[in-house]
Each structure stands twice: as structure tokens, then as C-alpha cells.
């Protein structure tokens, strides 16, 4: 298997704060990698070092199969960023943007204006090709961002939180354009801590916490990991003992709690758990109302994991 | 390279305060030192005869002679003298129309109605003329005493007639030899220093670290040794044209810096290059924050301006009895002083090695910046995480 990224042993301190303890990770080529973690987790401190933007006191850093240096240019024209923070210059336009940064990576100046044009185009921003960024909307500032990252066609591409801050909109179109560059052989790493989003885009996903993985996998490898696969809630005033004592022996169920006439059944698995629910309540002649079926989330992985929410 | 000098051109013209600054400093400092010395170079000033009227008396025919006779470089006469009877003189002096009244009796005195300059020049050339007349008095009286009849005849006939010439003086300039145009030549020599803000500032965006355009600027594939020198080299460019501009300003409203303009180019294009490389290296030093590189620069600046007489004056001259070698190595000094050898000395053997000088710190300011940006890992990123 061909690695993009090899992370070892990965230690970065701040003075009394240890950012990254001890950090592994790899990255296969041509996949779409979420890194999952809250704030202050160590994300974007594990990509600047990747990167070598940042010392790191152990460990050992390889991309593409070397270690990457300050002034290992040619490796470095095969990687792309997206930082959080918009990273363009005021004073030029949209295109001159574009084509400064894809300038620093492509010298040929026909195959640059054609790579330009197409990143314009990817990015939606054609009718906003003059326009300096102090006139662009948030959404369209993320995404001269964007391509001003990927306008030279790298091998690699980090996006640092690209969607912070971004409507709706302009959100599915990054995220529909990532998964594009997967597509054409990109690939991605993704960092985030809106997980729907990293669910919904990433082939494999590292939950970070306190600067360690917690677990790595696909999202339906790591909801694995935990116990719960469904809970099933629902109000209801008529249960007696005896029918929460039936609930309870349905398949799968491995804990059940009713306070305030709300009903909650855990199952560790299985399938039509909501049918044998209803099914019963029906026989029984017991009314019910508000029925709600919850599938594990990432955040569940989480919290399960580390005992905190994501958003902690 | 040729890209990245293209962009940075467009960034400078387009990032407005830096451009009208950096061409606004030395033009808006030259108007406030051409208003406070301006009468320096005001013509009516330096040309106008000074009306004086001499009275009517035994002395008037010398006193007009001698006044008569002084005339300026341009072959005016300093003083415009009217003869007039006591009455008509104190009514002229009344009217403003003479600014001063010069008595003819055995020996001459002035009256005067104010206390301006003319009226200070009219005292002291009076004066003058009063000593040399006692001092040919005396030494008539001290012949006669040894009865060399011969020797008073010819000191009687020089001083009454044109004296006889022992000493020639020779200006070593072809220019003028205005203590003023110091404070001009401080303009370009602190100018060309203050470029070290700007610079500092150009290079911090190289730092990784600072900013988030910092960090995609230092992961491209492009080395620091070209985006360094290639916006180095448009800033000091940007500096070059403002500090020309201000030069030929200066011309323009009459400061007396005409000349040798390549020679001035020189000046102007090695005291920028310094300015600009010591920016750089301020910028790339790690782990201090951009206030405290400010606070360098602008603290540096200030300090080599003071010890190179831009500020005051004595400062200069007092290192060149004690520590020489701080104004052979001292930018403010090197620049103003190479002005000082194509106005006033005409040396052009210091202006050179002035020039190379500057140049040659520029070089090795540069170098150590380069190799310390294309080395610098952040040790803490400002961006955030």
C-alpha cells in the first residue's frame, strides 16, 4: 500500500502544554482522510508539522515516502493548503490571486492560464474573476481560498476547517468540489470538528483528543466501536411494570429507562427494532406519540470513547 | 522570478498607504524645512541692495566708494547708497525707505531704526570699515614716530587705493556650501533608513507562522531566495523612485542640490538597498513578536540619525575624535556624507567606498536573512488551532 502521509511517534510541546503525545497516523493515497477532533485537539498543530511549518520535539514526518524539509521545494510543488483563515492578498483580484499562487508551483505560463481558468471554474467564481476580495461575500472569499490552494493541481491537499463560518450553500459546494478532487486523484486530508461533515465525505476518519488518536477507521468502523446501535424514544403515559419487563426482552435490547411518560429503548444491534415497538404497543391497545429512531453518531463514537462531547 | 516581482509590483502600487507614505515622507518633510529655512534660499533676500543713506560730511565720498564697492557673486551691489543732508536722511530712515544712516564724521557711525538683518549687516560692515581705518591710523602714527616717510606713503596708498592681494581664496566645491542643505541631505539619509519598517514588515509575511498567508507562502514550491530578493527588490525599487522624487521636489522649489543627478542616484539607490536589507534581516528574526521588531527598526533608525548629526549637531564630530570607525560603518553618517563628497569635497575615491560600504552591508544583511527564513520553522504557530 502506497502511503501519502506517515506520522510517527509525533511529539509537540508549548512550553508545559503537550500539543501532540506520542501522535501516529498514515494516509493512503488517493483517499479523502477526515482528522476529528474538538478544538485545541492538535489538528492543525499535526498538519503544520506535516507540513514543516512548525519544529516538532519526536517523531518522524514522511510524505510520499520522504521526510519533508523548509527547502524541499520539489516536494512541496505536490502539496497544496486551505487554511482556516482566508490566506490571499487584498490588493489584487480574484484571478490575479489565482494565478500568483499557482505561479509559485507552475512556470509555464500557457499551462498556468489553463489550470487558473479551471480553478475559477471549479470554484464557481467565473462573473467574480475582477473582483478584489474586500467585495466578496464570506462563502466566495472561502472559496477563492480554495482556489488558491488547488490551482496547481497537487497530489496532496489539506483543507484546515474550510467550511467554518460558510452558509449552507457555499458548504455543499466545497464539499461536493473535495470529493471531485478525490475523484481526479487527489489525496485529502480533512480536517474538521463538524462531524457530519467528515462523515459525509471522508473514506477513513482519526478522532483526535489531547494531541493522541483515539481511534481510526471508516465511519461505520468506528460506530462500531461502540455498544449502542440504536435508541428508540417515544411518550407514552399507559406502561405498567410489566409491559417495560416485555420491553426489555425484545432482541437486542440491552437497557431501557421510562421516566416522565418518555420510554427509551438501547439496542447493542439488529435490524427493525422500531417495528417490534410499535407492533407490541398496538397489540396492547397503548397509545403513544413523538417515536424517534437515533443511529449512533461520531459525536456517540466520541463520547463514548473520551466521556465529552465533540463541541466540549 | 519575473512572477513574482510582477505581483509584488501591482501589491505595492495597490496597497495605497505604504506607496503615498513612502513618497509623501521625504516631499512633505522637504516643504517643512524649505518653510522654516526658506528665506535661506529666497533670491530677493540674497539679491536686494540694502538702502543705506550716508550723511553728508568729510567721510561721505569714502564711505560711498567703500559701500559701492561691495558686490555680490552675481556683481549687484550689496548696498544701494544715497548721500543725504542729516534732515533727508532721518526722514528716509522715518520713511523705511534707507535701513540704516551712516554718519560721516572723523569716524563713522551707524543709526539705525529696527534690529533686522539688514540693519545687522549694515553695523557690522561699519564696523569693520571703523577697526581697519583705526588699525591703518595706528600704524601710520608708529612709522611717522621712526621716520620712514617711504613705508607710510605706501600703506597711506593701500588703504585708500586697491589693496594688494597676499591671499587668494579657492573654494574646494563647485556647489553650494549652505550649512542648510544638511538638514536636506537628513531627509534622504532617514528616509532611506525608515524603509527598514516596510521591510521588516514585507518579510514577516515569509515568516511561517504569523499569518495564515504566511504559512501558504512557505509551504509553495518556490525558494525563499527568490520571493525574498524579488520583493526586495521591488520595495527598494518603490523606495528608489520616492527618494528621487523628493530629490527632484527639493530642486524644484529652489534647495540648492543641483549637481551630478547620477552621483545623488547613487546615494539615494545604495542608502535604500541598506534601508531595505536591514528591514529584511529585523524581519526574519524568530521568535520576537512584530511590535518589539517595530520598536527595532524605529529605535535603530532614530539612534543611527542622532549619532550621524540628522538630529542635532556635535554628535557626529565627537565620534570622529573617539570612535571613528562608528561613522565609516554608520549608515545615517555614510549617507549624508556622501552627499557632503559630490557637493562640497568633490571626493569621489570617499564617495565610492561610502557607496560600497552601504552596499556591502546590504549583501550581508541579506544573506544572513535569506538563510535564516529558508531555515525557520515556528516554534509557535499564530495561526489558530
Not at chain 1, 466578496?136 to 467554518?164: M, Q, W, Y
Not at chain 2, 543705506?52 to 548696498?79: I, K, R
Amino acid at each position: 500500500m502506497e502511503y501519502a502521509i506517515e506520522v510517527s511517534k509525533l511529539v509537540k510541546r508549548y512550553k508545559e502544554l503537550l500539543a501532540l503525545d506520542h501522535f501516529d497516523m498514515t494516509i493512503r493515497e488517493g483517499e479523502i482522510f477526515g482528522l476529528l477532533g474538538p478544538n485545541g485537539s492538535g489538528k492543525t498543530t499535526t498538519i503544520n508539522c506535516i507540513l514543516s511549518l512548525l519544529k516538532y520535539d519526536k517523531g518522524q514526518i514522511r510524505v510520499f515516502g520522504r521526510e519533508i524539509k523548509p527547502s524541499d521545494y520539489e516536494l512541496k510543488k505536490q502539496i497544496g493548503v486551505v487554511f482556516q483563515e482566508v490566506a490571499v492578498f487584498d490588493e489584487l483580484s480574484v484571478r490575479d490571486n489565482i494565478d500568483y499562487f499557482c505561479g509559485l508551483y507552475v512556470d509555464d505560463k500557457v499551462l498556468r492560464k489553463q489550470y487558473v481558468d479551471e480553478a475559477i471554474k471549479f470554484v464557481g467564481l467565473e462573473n467574480y474573476e475582477k473582483f478584489v476580495p474586500g467585495k466578496l461575500s464570506g462563502g466566495l472569499l472561502r472559496r477563492l481560498n480554495i482556489a488558491c490552494g488547488i490551482a496547481h493541481k497537487p497530489k496532496l491537499i489539506f483543507f484546515d476547517e474550510p467550511t467554518v463560518a460558510v452558509d449552507p450553500q457555499s458548504r455543499n459546494n466545497i464539499l461536493e468540489g473535495i470529493v471531485k478532487l478525490r475523484d481526479a486523484g487527489a489525496t485529502i486530508v480533512y480536517t474538521s470538528h463538524y462531524m457530519e461533515e467528515v462523515e459525509q465525505i471522508c473514506d477513513r476518519i482519526l478522532i483526535m483528543d489531547k494531541g493522541k488518536a483515539v481511534a481510526t477507521g471508516t465511519a461505520e468502523e468506528l460506530k462500531n466501536m461502540t455498544k449502542n446501535r440504536e435508541t428508540i424514544t417515544l411518550e407514552t403515559d399507559a406502561l405498567t411494570d410489566a409491559d417495560l419487563e416485555v420491553m426489555k426482552g425484545l432482541p437486542h435490547v440491552y437497557d431501557i429507562s421510562y421516566e416522565n411518560g418518555v420510554l427509551s429503548l438501547y439496542y447493542s444491534a439488529g435490524r427493525n427494532n422500531l417495528v417490534r415497538v410499535v407492533n407490541y404497543l398496538q397489540e396492547k391497545d397503548i397509545a403513544f406519540t413523538n417515536v424517534h429512531s437515533k443511529v449512533p453518531t461520531l459525536n456517540d463514537v466520541f463520547l463514548e470513547i473520551t466521556g465529552k462531547e465533540l463541541r466540549d | 522570478m519575473l512572477h513574482i516581482i510582477k505581483y509584488a509590483i501591482k501589491t505595492a502600487v495597490k496597497n495605497r498607504n505604504t506607496f503615498i507614505w513612502t513618497f509623501i515622507f521625504p516631499i512633505a518633510l522637504a516643504t517643512f524645512m524649505y518653510l522654516a529655512f526658506g528665506n535661506i534660499y529666497n533670491e530677493e533676500f540674497v539679491m536686494k541692495s540694502i538702502p543705506v543713506a550716508v550723511e553728508e560730511g568729510e567721510m561721505q565720498e569714502v564711505l560711498s566708494e567703500f559701500l559701492g564697492g561691495l558686490a555680490q557673486d552675481n556683481g549687484d551691489p550689496y548696498f544701494e547708497v544715497r548721500i543725504l543732508d542729516k534732515e533727508g536722511a532721518g526722514k528716509a530712515l522715518e520713511n523705511g525707505e534707507v535701513s540704516a544712516i551712516i554718519t560721516s564724521g572723523a569716524e563713522p557711525s551707524v543709526i539705525v531704526g529696527g534690529e533686522d538683518f539688514k540693519q545687522e549687516i549694515v553695523v557690522s560692515v561699519i564696523n569693520s570699515f571703523v577697526r581697519n581705518m583705526r588699525k591703518a591710523g595706528a600704524i601710520r602714527l608708529m612709522t611717522v614716530s621712526e621716520g620712514t616717510d617711504e613705508m607710510q606713503v605706501v600703506l597711506m596708498d593701500e588703504t585708500a587705493a586697491e589693496p594688494e592681494v597676499f591671499f587668494v581664496e579657492k573654494s574646494l566645491s563647485k556647489g553650494p556650501q549652505n550649512i542648510y542643505n544638511n538638514f536636506f541631505y537628513a531627509i534622504f539619509a532617514m528616509g532611506c533608513l525608515f524603509s527598514t519598517m516596510g521591510a521588516a514588515n514585507l518579510t514577516s509575511k515569509l515568516m511561517p507562522g504569523r499569518t495564515s498567508l504566511s504559512g501558504r507562502l512557505n509551504v509553495c514550491g518556490t525558494s525563499k531566495f527568490k520571493m525574498v530578493v524579488s520583493e526586495m527588490l521591488v520595495y527598494f525599487l518603490v523606495v528608489f523612485i520616492a527618494q528621487m522624487a523628493g530629490y527632484f521636489y527639493m530642486r524644484l522649489i529652489g534647495i540648492e542640490l543641483t549637481g551630478d543627478v547620477l552621483a545623488v542616484a547613487g546615494i539615494i539607490a545604495a542608502g535604500a538597498l541598506y534601508g531595505v536589507a536591514k528591514g529584511v534581516l529585523i524581519g526574519a528574526i524568530p521568535k520576537i513578536s512584530e511590535g518589539i521588531k517595530v520598536g527595532i527598526c524605529v529605535g535603530s533608525t532614530m539612534l543611527l540619525s542622532f549619532l550621524a548629526d540628522l538630529c542635532t549637531t556635535g554628535i557626529k564630530a565627537g565620534i570622529e575624535r573617539t570612535v571613528p570607525i562608528v561613522n565609516r560603518i554608520s549608515p545615517a553618517a555614510l549617507i549624508s556624507d556622501s552627499f557632503m563628497t559630490i557637493y562640497v569635497y568633490e571626493d569621489y575615491g570617499k564617495y565610492f567606498q561610502n557607496l560600497l560600504t552601504l552596499v556591502g552591508m546590504a549583501v550581508v544583511g541579506t544573506s544572513i536573512a535569506i538563510f535564516i527564513l529558508s531555515r525557520c520553522r515556528a516554534g509557535k504557530m499564530m495561526l489558530k488551532t
